[in-house]
């Protein structure tokens, strides 16, 4: 249950920091931006990290060098999801960030990749991400397909019906 807590904690945080990070980014350019916001990152995860944490903090040893390059894709996150959401708006940019999240995890899930135990891409799984999919293109271009349009009655119809 905690898991799901912090995932969902993890969701609202995601969606309100790219929301701010966006607001900002007007003022002060995206680059500008992902700098600010990941230098306060630093400042307060090094606070809580000598607060909290008892482990040297450069014990990299036995770490895969690769495994380092998730602070340049906390760069180019912050980055793409800023201009994700000024050019499609938070809704669809984080539909689609999240489909995207669960496509690569899926893929991760069934081959192990870096060292996960595998875990088998079911039909149950396919149908999930693509009702997702399907939901995301209803979500953005729903008001387009007439089944999803208001239909509004003539007042005529109306005085019709009633008799």
């Known amino acids: 249950m905690i898991g799901v807590l912090f ?4 969701g609202v945080l995601i969606s309100t920091q790219n929301i701010f990070n966006t607001r900002m980014s007007g003022k ?19 606070i809580v990290f000598f607060i909290v944490d008892d482990t040297p903090l450069f014990a990299l040893g036995g770490i895969n060098p690769i495994f380092l390059f998730s602070g340049v894709f906390g760069v180019t996150l912050v980055y793409c999801l800023m201009r994700g959401m000024a050019i499609l708006g938070p809704a669809y940019t984080v539909s689609i960030t999240m489909v995207s999240q669960l496509a690569v995890a ?9 060292h996960f135990e595998p875990v088998p891409f079911t039909w149950t799984k396919a ?36 008799r």
């Open 106 to 114: 899926s893929v991760v899930d069934t081959f192990g990749l870096f």
């Open 28 to 46: 002060i350019g995206s680059w500008g931006t992902t700098t600010v916001v990941l230098g306060l990152g630093l400042v307060a995860s090094l």
């Open 7 to 10: 995932s969902i904690l993890a």
């Open 127 to 162: 149908l999930g991400l693509s009702i997702l999919v399907v939901g995301i293109l209803v979500f953005k271009l729903g008001h387009r397909l007439p089944v999803f349009q208001k239909r509004t009655k003539s007042e005529e119809a109306y005085v019709q019906e009633a």
